[in-house]
C-alpha cells in the first residue's frame, strides 16, 4: 500500500503540472517543445511544493480536514509511511514501572 502512495503522490502532481501547462498553452503560444518542457517542469515542482508545504501546515496545526484536502490534492490523502530501513536506528521509550 505505501509503494501506491508513493506512487500516487508522484504522479498525480506530474499530471497537475501537464494540466496547468496545457491551460497557459491556450493563451500562450510556445514555439519550442523545450520551453513547454520546463514550463512544465516549473509548473510541477510549484504545485507540489504549495500543496506539500499546505500539507504539513496542516498536520502541524492539527487540522485534519485540511491535511486531507491538501494530500488529496497530491494523489493521496495521508503521507505515506515508511518501515525503517536495517540500517536506521530505532529509538525504543522505556516503560514506566507498572
Not at 511544493?49 to 494523489?75: Q, W
Amino acid at each position: 500500500m505505501n509503494l501506491f502512495a508513493s506512487f500516487m503522490r508522484t504522479v498525480v502532481p506530474i499530471v497537475a503540472g501537464l494540466v496547468l501547462t496545457l491551460l497557459v498553452r491556450i493563451g500562450v503560444t510556445f514555439d519550442s517543445a523545450s520551453v513547454a518542457s520546463v514550463v512544465t517542469a516549473v509548473l510541477t515542482g510549484a504545485y507540489y511544493t504549495v500543496f506539500r508545504l499546505l500539507e504539513a501546515l496542516a498536520v502541524k496545526i492539527r487540522n485534519k480536514p485540511l491535511a486531507t484536502v491538501a494530500g488529496i490534492l497530491l494523489g493521496w490523502a495521508t503521507p505515506p509511511e515508511y518501515p525503517p530501513t536495517a540500517g536506521t536506528p530505532v529509538r525504543l521509550t522505556p516503560e514506566p514501572n507498572a
